[in-house]
């Protein structure tokens, strides 16, 4: 079989081959890709004879799928699968799978660093000191006794929750699916609605699907509390970041923690977020630390052999 990664995953070539050497050592053939490619016509032209892709997130096309004639199976380096045209694997017969877990405390520690330095003002702190100045202006809050509502209780939202409870916060929680495991660590579950209401903190852990784009609409920022701060490490559809920014600009809500936004960055210059007051601004960062882009490797490439075995693992579209 022909593998081909299609872009970089963020470690070296000499660490992919380690993890790809079984494969070689069976007969068949990988393909290292070590820099990005940026049109859709060097992708079709890489993926040329592929049996499986090895994709992150950049996103896959039903145009490059369907011109890939042995395509059965793509390994996807990230927890979402939105980003994959789905019509196209189930019209060709192509498994999908994906890094389930590769990431789980790599995002749940951005939150919580997201979370403190919009409560304690360590980016304003830190400018204030290089210019000479004080704390005046600058006392923040105590993240202990908050109530942190936590949208999408899957392995990230329980870790984000597990991680508050230490903090000394209340945890709501709200999904699609109730969780006996979050149930059973204690976090509250409220319609969206209440949740919105009662919370200091919102933070979205929820996969973008149709039900959840634009799930933090503008009339649902209009719930929250002018004190409270959204932190979005998600999907950057979920929300609205129009009526976002307009929110912050106008003090409706007090910050604002953002790692994801409606496209991959670099963030066009007039993105509304980009000028929005109380904001911080990380560029799609969450899920990367050197633990985890290892990690994610290993799940990867332990998906493909996984479905050479006929046992697939992590599947997110399944093959007929």
């Not at 702190?125 to 704390?135: H, I, L, Q, S, V």
């Not at 006392?139 to 929750?161: D, P």
Request: charged fraction near 25%; include cysteine; proline fraction near 5%.
């Amino acid at each position: 079989m022909k593998i081909v990664m299609l872009e970089p995953l963020g470690i070296s070539e000499d660490t992919v081959m380690s993890l790809a050497k079984p494969f070689i050592d069976q007969g068949h053939e990988f393909v290292f890709c070590g820099k990005k490619i940026e049109t859709e016509e060097e992708v079709i032209s890489r993926a040329a004879g592929a049996d499986v892709f090895i994709i992150a997130n950049s996103p896959l096309s039903g145009k490059v799928i369907r011109s890939a004639p042995n395509l059965k199976m793509i390994s996807v380096a990230f927890t979402g699968v939105d980003h994959v045209d789905k019509a196209a694997c189930t019209e060709k017969n192509i498994l999908v799978s994906n890094a389930q877990g590769y990431c789980t405390d790599t995002v749940a520690e951005l939150t919580f660093g997201l979370i403190l330095s919009k409560l304690r003002n360590i980016l304003p702190c830190d400018a204030r000191t290089r210019e000479g100045g004080t704390k005046d202006g600058l006392v923040g809050n105590e993240l202990s006794g908050k109530t942190i509502g936590i949208i999408g209780t899957g392995a990230i939202g329980r870790r984000v929750a597990e991680i508050a409870r230490v903090f000394g916060c209340k945890v709501l929680g709200y999904s699609r699916t109730q969780n006996a495991e979050a149930k059973a660590m204690g976090i509250q579950y409220l319609p969206l609605d209440e949740l919105l209401k009662q919370s200091d903190i919102v933070s979205l852990h929820t996969p973008l699907t149709d039900e959840t784009k634009n799930l933090i609409s503008r009339e649902k920022i209009a719930l929250m509390k002018p004190t409270a701060i959204l932190i979005n490490t998600a999907r950057g559809a979920v929300v609205d970041n129009k009526a976002l920014a307009e929110a912050l600009n106008e003090g409706r809500i007090a910050g604002a923690g953002i790692d994801v936004f409606e496209m991959e960055p670099p963030i066009p210059v007039d993105h509304p977020l980009n000028s929005a007051k109380n904001t911080i601004l990380t560029p799609h960062i969450a899920f990367a630390a050197k633990e985890s882009m290892f990690r994610r490797a290993q799940i990867t490439l332990g998906n493909i052999s996984a479905w050479m075995a006929g046992k697939p693992e992590n599947v997110k579209i399944p093959a007929k």
